[in-house]
C-alpha cells in the first residue's frame, strides 16, 4: 500500500531551467512532508520540509509547495545545476508516530548542460 | 562530528541464514531508525530504538530484530533470510524519536547492501 506517490521515475532538465518534481499522498493524517536527496553509494540527505499549516516553503533555490486539498506536493528547482542530479524522495510523517518516514519510490533528477 | 557509519557496506548470504548489520549513530544522537529499501523503491521503516528499547516497528515479521546498546549504536539482525530480503539497508540516527518538525534531523548511513541467493 504506497500512501506516497512519486509517479515520475525520471526527470531530464538543461541546466539553468526550471525543475519540477511531484509527488502525491493518499493519507490525510500526514502533517509533514520532506525531500530528501540522494547520490549513488550515499545515504539520502534532508532537502527541505513544509508542515501542513503552510502552502510553501523556502530555501534558496529551493521551495516545497503543498496543496492539501489536493493531496499533492512539488519541489522547484530553479535555477537547475549539474550537481542536482540525484534521485529524490518525497516523504511524509505523522506526528505522532515518532519519526516513521513513508517514502515515494524516487525520481531520478538529470540536469544536463 | 562524526556522521552515520554502517558496516559491512555489502553482504551477500544464502536463504534461511541468519545476518547482523550494525549501525554507529552520529555523535550525540540517541535514537537509530531502520529502513529496508529493496530495488526501485523507497526506504520502507523497520523499526526504531530509543534508549535501548524499540519504540515503534514497522510492517516487518518478528524475525527482523534488533538492538540499541549503550553508546547508542545499534544492529539489525534478520533470521531465516529469504530471497525477498535482499535490499539496502539503511540506519538513520537523530537527537531523539522526532516527530512533526523535528524528523528533518535524520540523518542516514549510506546502508549496507544485503544479497540473499
Known amino acids: 500500500d504506497q500512501q506516497v506517490k512519486q509517479n515520475s521515475p525520471s526527470l531530464s532538465v538543461q541546466e539553468g531551467r526550471i525543475s519540477i518534481l511531484n509527488c502525491d499522498y493518499t493519507?490525510?493524517?500526514?502533517?509533514?512532508f520532506l525531500w530528501y536527496k540522494k547520490y549513488p553509494a550515499e545515504g539520502p540527505t534532508f532537502l527541505i520540509s513544509?508542515?501542513?499549516?503552510?502552502d510553501k516553503n523556502e530555501d534558496g533555490r529551493f521551495t516545497v509547495f503543498l496543496n492539501k486539498s489536493a493531496k499533492h506536493l512539488s519541489l522547484h528547482i530553479v535555477p537547475s545545476q549539474p550537481g542536482d542530479s540525484a534521485v529524490y524522495y518525497c516523504?511524509?510523517?505523522?506526528?505522532?508516530?515518532?519519526?516513521?518516514?513513508?517514502f515515494g519510490r524516487g525520481t531520478q533528477l538529470t540536469v544536463w548542460p | 562530528e562524526t556522521g552515520v557509519t554502517q558496516s559491512p557496506t555489502h553482504l551477500i548470504k544464502t536463504r534461511g541464514q541468519q545476518v547482523t548489520l550494525r549501525c554507529s549513530s552520529q555523535?550525540?544522537?540517541?535514537?537509530v531508525s531502520w529502513y529496508q529499501q529493496a530495488l526501485g523503491q523507497g526506504p520502507q521503516f523497520i523499526f526504531q530504538?530509543?534508549?535501548?528499547?524499540?519504540?515503534g516497528r514497522g510492517n516487518f515479521p518478528p524475525r527482523f530484530s534488533g538492538l540499541q546498546f549503550p553508546n547508542y549504536s545499534s544492529e539489525l539482525n534478520v533470521n531465516a533470510l529469504e530471497l525477498d530480503d535482499s535490499a539496502l539497508y539503511l540506519c538513520?540516527?537523530?537527537?531523539?524519536?522526532?516527530?512533526?518538525?523535528?524528523?528533518?534531523?535524520?540523518?542516514f548511513g549510506s546502508g549496507t547492501q544485503l544479497s540473499v541467493l
Open positions: 555523535s550525540g544522537h540517541n535514537t
Open positions: 513544509i508542515s501542513s499549516i503552510k
Open positions: 516523504a511524509a510523517d505523522r506526528g505522532s508516530t515518532l519519526g516513521r518516514l513513508y
Open positions: 538513520a540516527s537523530s537527537l531523539g524519536p522526532s516527530g512533526g518538525t523535528g524528523v528533518e534531523k535524520l540523518f
Open positions: 530504538y530509543y534508549r535501548e528499547e524499540e519504540n
Open positions: 493519507n490525510s493524517m500526514f502533517d509533514y
